[in-house]
């Protein structure tokens, strides 16, 4: 069974910057994808980023050229670079990993970033 935990968030001021990390337990089984997601008070949840097990990365419009998604497999580990952070930015950031072969998806609990001065 496979396990997302996610940790970084926390408060920055505008302009800061933190780092995501999401850490997998159990094997997620190859070919797959993981990536961000996060949702603001009162909003629907939004795709933020995702990285596939050979390093090709996507991001949304609204963090593309502040965010960096990354993950080391050895590790099990994904991170979220996050840079030049807005209070539009405040939001729980989700960790979540897609299957491929087996359809099967896996969802942390989140972690809570806030964005303010």
């Known amino acids: 069974q496979v396990q997302l935990v996610e940790s970084g968030g926390g408060l920055v001021q505008p302009g800061g910057s933190l780092r995501l990390t999401c850490a997998a337990s159990g094997s997620i089984s190859s070919p797959n994808v993981m990536g961000w997601d996060r949702q603001a008070p009162g909003k629907q949840r939004e795709w933020v980023a995702t990285?596939?097990?050979?390093?090709?990365?996507n991001y949304a419009d609204s963090v593309k050229g502040r965010f960096t998604i990354s993950r080391d497999n050895a590790k099990n580990t994904m991170y979220l670079q996050m840079n030049s952070l807005k209070p539009e930015d405040t939001a729980v950031y989700y960790c979540?990993?897609?299957?491929?072969?087996?359809?099967?998806?896996?969802w942390g609990q989140g972690t809570q970033v806030d964005v303010s001065s």
């Open positions: 990285v596939t097990g050979g390093g090709i990365t």
């Open positions: 979540k990993a897609h299957e491929f072969r087996r359809g099967q998806d896996y």
